[in-house]
């Protein structure tokens, strides 16, 4: 038979066991302490990828899309006594485009016809014949296509208006025929007032109204026939 005999290792001196234990528990602890950096550097880099993802732009400003100033220069154009202000650099063709989508879309709410086709094609056409014609007059290299049609756009906004109106009133009678002869002529003042003051053409702006006055006109012959 095997006698175990316990012996007591409880040291009766304590000083004796803390340097014992003291690079263990240091380890430790250092270990810990590491390992709570580690984690605290993860978090602020997830905090941060939150806060990065957030301070993002929106989707519109990444495109170059400024809702802002196109409602400005809308506001604008329908002001019939508001000062034009040269604008050489800073064309765009969604405002205008969607002017044309506006008026497309009542006119088939008020009318029943899809003519988007017809009214986007003439547009061009028409920008690109008062390209020839500012180009003719001033010379300038300044004149381009796409600031024509920029300016015809938004000048095209009180048109929108008489659009919205057939919805409600019938136009097709002398009362429509005098408010479309108003927005015409609103809108192809407002064309004229704007390419002046671009161009400083002030001696050409009624032979500058009288073709966007066209061009206006037969866009609102949608809405009367």
């Known amino acids: 038979m095997v006698n175990l005999e316990f012996m007591n290792v409880t040291p009766t001196n304590h000083d004796e066991v803390v340097p014992v234990l003291e690079p ?28 990065a993802d957030a301070e993002e732009p929106p989707l519109l400003e990444e495109l170059g899309v400024d809702v802002d ?14 000062k034009r202000e040269a604008i050489l650099a800073d064309f765009d063709p969604v405002g205008p485009v969607a002017v044309y989508v506006a008026y497309t879309a009542l006119v088939f709410v008020a009318r029943g016809k899809f003519v988007f086709g017809h009214v986007y094609g003439l547009s061009v056409l028409t920008a690109l014949g008062v390209y020839g014609l500012l180009w003719a007059l001033t010379g300038s290299s300044r004149v381009t296509v796409t600031a024509v049609f920029t300016v015809l756009g938004y000048s095209f906004a009180p048109s929108v208006l008489v659009a919205l109106a057939a919805v409600f009133v019938r ?41 966007c006055a066209v061009a206006y006109c037969l866009h609102l012959l949608l809405v009367l026939f």
């Open 171 to 211: 136009l097709d009678n002398v009362f429509g025929a005098l408010v479309v002869l108003a927005a015409v002529l609103w809108s192809g003042s407002n064309a004229s007032a704007e390419f002046v003051a671009t161009y400083g053409n002030v001696d050409q702006k009624h032979l500058i109204t009288y073709p």
């Open 24 to 51: 263990y528990v240091d380890g430790i602890l250092s270990i810990r302490s590491e390992q709570a950096q580690a984690q605290s550097v993860d978090n602020d880099n997830y905090y941060n990828d939150g806060f």
């Open 69 to 82: 100033k196109i409602c400005a220069r809308l506001l604008r154009s329908l002001d019939p006594t508001g």
